[in-house]
Structure formats: structure tokens, C-alpha cells
């Protein structure tokens, strides 16, 4: 709990009003990821935008992000989906922002495509049991 030092009380430099509108701990990290998210955003742009045969505004682009598995949807993840949207993802028309996966989901698919001999060879295992 944030406690203003006395004197600020008493010389009547420091309100109760001012107390209350300390932003929490909550807020200062939402604040850091959305800082961090405008400029990922500004630099996948600025990389984009030299590659695309139209306008970056009206190019087709999904963004898929994906979260830890611990998060909980309400209001983590929704709390992620709205620091990703403030920071410009999905800000135009044909822009699409999701969250696609959890972390877990995310790495399990891409092992699956690096090495699906290694799933072919279990699913193989499987029907033969």
C-alpha cells in the first residue's frame, strides 16, 4: 500500500484524491505491453509495407497471437486481446487480430510439421495395437 510521507499531508501538497488515482501494478504492466505491442506493430509495418504490392492499409494480414496455457480467457486473455487492439493490431478493415493458441497448442502443432515422421510412426503404433 503506497502511503504518502506526513509532511506531504499536513503542508496540504498531497489529497486523498491523489492517493486513489495511483495506477496500479496491473495497469503499469498492462501499460509496458502495450507499449511493447506499438512498436512490434510499427516495426512489422515498416517491414511489411516495402514487400506488399498494395497499400499496407488495404493489404489482407491476420495476426495470430498466442498466450500462455495458464492464462484464464476472462480477463486475462481478454485483457491481451485489448492491449493487442490499442496497439494497432487489427486496426484496418482487412487486418484480422486472433488469438489462435495457447503456447503449448502452438508448439505441439509446429513439432508436428518439423518432424511429422515422428506422429506418423505413433499413429502408426496406434492402429496396430
Do not use: C
Not at 495511483?22 to 502495450?34: L, N
Not at 514487400?51 to 486475462?76: C, G, M, N, Q, Y
Not at 508436428?112 to 515422421?117: G, H, Y
Amino acid at each position: 500500500m503506497f502511503r504518502a510521507p506526513l509532511k506531504l499531508w499536513k503542508d496540504g501538497t498531497y489529497s486523498a484524491d491523489q492517493h486513489r488515482a495511483r495506477p496500479t501494478i496491473s495497469d503499469i504492466v498492462s501499460h509496458r505491453y502495450q507499449d511493447y505491442f506499438i512498436y512490434l506493430y510499427q516495426y512489422i509495418e515498416s517491414k511489411l509495407q516495402m514487400e506488399l504490392p498494395s497499400r499496407w492499409e488495404d493489404a489482407r494480414i491476420e495476426f495470430i497471437f498466442s498466450v500462455p496455457t495458464t492464462w484464464k480467457p476472462h480477463p486475462t486473455v481478454e485483457r491481451f486481446r485489448s492491449i493487442t487492439a490499442r496497439a494497432g493490431f487489427g486496426r484496418y478493415p482487412n487486418h484480422k487480430s486472433t488469438i489462435g493458441l495457447t503456447e503449448a497448442e502452438a508448439a505441439a502443432v509446429h513439432m508436428s510439421r518439423e518432424s511429422p515422421a515422428i506422429f506418423r510412426v505413433r499413429i502408426d503404433e496406434i492402429y496396430q495395437s
